[in-house]
């Protein structure tokens, strides 16, 4: 996916190999841990970052720290967080997927909606059939004049709305990457 992944554990970093072996053994999929693991035995980097867990904090002199993710740019701003309780597994999948939106749209003028990139899977026509060609597809910003989405993306698609204003335009994901 071209990115670069790490994992911070306030566990020795030691003693993740048999862990890892144990959390592997029972994954759906096959899949191979190569990415590092920074410790953080004394919680100094998960405080800094607000990673402690506060509904395990009152009850453990070593509270847990929440399951946090952080997406960054490479011109290493900050560009998504996803904070879950330390009682509560990430979601692979969402996380996948926001990288990928992420990447999508990173030099694009391109937002992805809701539920990309299974959305808009049957969308009505202007001349009342439906279509299922914009599966998958990505909302251009309101800050692409039509103009510059004729010429740029030639096949876009924009949705009727009530209010009349053309704004939900949709442009296949493959024309844009």
Same mark, same amino acid.
């Given at each position: 996916?071209?990115?670069?992944?790490?994992?911070? $554990? /306030?566990?020795?970093?030691? $003693?993740?190999? #048999?862990?890892?072996?144990? /959390?592997? #053994?029972?994954?759906? &999929?096959?899949?191979?841990?190569?990415?590092?693991?920074?410790?953080?035995?004394?919680?100094?980097? !998960? =405080?800094?970052?607000?990673?402690?867990?506060?509904?395990? !904090?009152? +009850?453990?002199? @070593?509270?847990?720290?929440?399951?946090?993710?952080?997406?960054?740019?490479? +011109?290493?701003?900050?560009? @998504?967080?996803? &904070?879950?309780?330390? %009682?509560?597994?990430? &979601?692979?999948?969402?996380?996948?997927?926001?990288?990928?939106?992420?990447?999508? $749209?990173?030099?694009? !003028?391109?937002?992805?909606?809701?539920?990309?990139?299974?959305?808009? #899977?049957?969308?009505? @026509?202007?001349?009342?059939?439906?279509?299922?060609?914009?599966?998958? !597809?990505?909302?251009? @910003?309101?800050?692409? =004049?039509?103009?510059?989405?004729?010429? &740029?993306?030639?096949?876009?698609?924009?949705?009727?709305?009530?209010?009349?204003?053309?704004?939900? %335009?949709? /442009?296949?994901?493959? +024309?844009? #990457?």
């Amino acid at each position: 996916m071209d990115c670069a992944v790490a994992t911070l $554990s /306030v566990d020795p970093v030691k $003693s993740h190999d #048999a862990w890892l072996k144990d /959390v592997v #053994a029972h994954c759906e &999929n096959e899949i191979d841990i190569k990415f590092p693991i920074i410790g953080d035995a004394d919680r100094s980097i !998960s =405080t800094a970052y607000g990673m402690i867990d506060a509904g395990t !904090s009152d +009850e453990q002199s @070593l509270p847990l720290t929440i399951r946090a993710v952080f997406i960054i740019n490479p +011109e290493n701003k900050l560009m @998504l967080s996803l &904070n879950y309780p330390a %009682r509560v597994g990430r &979601n692979m999948d969402e996380i996948v997927r926001c990288v990928k939106a992420l990447q999508l $749209s990173y030099e694009k !003028s391109i937002a992805t909606p809701a539920n990309w990139p299974n959305n808009h #899977a049957d969308i009505p @026509l202007a001349d009342g059939s439906r279509t299922t060609d914009f599966k998958g !597809s990505v909302f251009l @910003l309101p800050t692409v =004049t039509d103009d510059d989405a004729k010429k &740029n993306y030639p096949n876009y698609h924009s949705c009727e709305t009530p209010s009349g204003i053309n704004y939900l %335009r949709l /442009v296949k994901a493959e +024309e844009v #990457a």
